[in-house]
């Protein structure tokens, strides 16, 4: 199977109606078991019809709406005005105690006519989801990878965001009763596991190295805040999360820098790799985010510098993505020089609640 083929199976990227955008993406996050963020996402259509700045670029917008996550920028934007005090209006929504569309529809509603200047810069870019929980499925990859090609791994990070699953080897994991990393770290991560679990092989992160076109500085407390905004509002343990990756940083911050994804890939690519190393490309839900043709050079680059690895020089690429169809994020790795055969590895939950083995 072609890395082409499973980017957007069905073509829901191509969705361009406003309201069926807000609908998808809100059935999107109900499915994920966060009902609160999924009301606010469907209360947006209020902001269109409050006829607001904000409503009116929402209403118009110039591209694909939900391949740009325009739902999840604006739902930052209104977590952001609750998580800083500059508003109570939408507590109840975010508490639960308001769970009625109409009413969370009005609170909304409101909610924009009274920081329409605040709300409307929040559109500018995509959301940054950067979430710890993610990182169990790629060290699962990792497992499962060094029983193929050995233990050794330098990892490269493509929409890194502020770095924290670039900081995954400070992390210890369980993962369906394999362990895996500093049993005694502050950050650990236990997912719900579903099937066998992953092969017990070691791994040793030699390296990692991440970048982003927009990175976030976790040790700058606006930055920080602004991350939080993304975090939705059910997901109790993802702000626990992220208030410990923060910590992190603030002891050693991760090698994250400002770059283009593919100038990145091409850069590291070209640098002298350690024999008995296995260079890693991996990414977590960013991919629809990158413009096409920067896909397109990433793929070309992996599998020019494919057909050149060797036994002792191995390349990976691990990727976890979303399935348009299924609403889930699938593990799948692709590895050299063993022809870079695709194989999908599991199943997750979007922000690691879960993961479904199937390797």
Known sequence: MSLAAKDDPIGVMEITDIGETIEWQAHHSQEAGAPINARIIRAEAAIIAAGTSTGQRMANWP??????????RMAGGLHFLHLTGQTELLAPVYSGKVTKQAAVDALVREVALQFDAE???????????NEA?????????????????GPRFALIEIGASAGINTMMARYGYDL????????????????EWRGWPPPAYPVEIVSVKGCDIAPVDLTDG????????????????????????????SEEKPDLVQMDAAEFVRQLLAAEQEPGVTRVLFHTVMWQYLPEPTRQA??????????????????AWIQLE???????HELTVEYWPDGGELVQLA?????????????
């Open 176 to 191: 369906g009763g394999v362990k895996a990393g500093p049993q005694g770290a502050a950050m650990q991560i236990v997912p």
């Open 298 to 315: 990433i793929r070309d680059m992996m599998n020019a510098a494919g057909a050149l690895a060797t036994p002792e020089k191995p390349l």
């Open 347 to 359: 199943q997750a939950h979007p922000h690691g609640a879960w993961v479904e083995w199937m390797g």
């Open 322 to 328: 979303t399935n348009r169809t299924t609403f889930r």
């Open 133 to 149: 929980g993610r990182s169990s499925s790629v060290m699962a990859g990792l497992m499962w990878l060094s029983g193929q090609l």
């Open 63 to 72: 591209g694909l709406s939900l391949e740009d996550a325009m739902p999840l």
């Open 119 to 129: 709300l409307l810069p929040w559109l500018d870019g995509p959301p940054q989801t």
């Open 222 to 249: 606006a930055q920080a805040q602004r991350l939080k905004a993304y975090v939705w509002a059910d997901a109790t343990e993802r702000m626990a999360r992220m208030d410990v990756a923060i910590a992190l940083a």
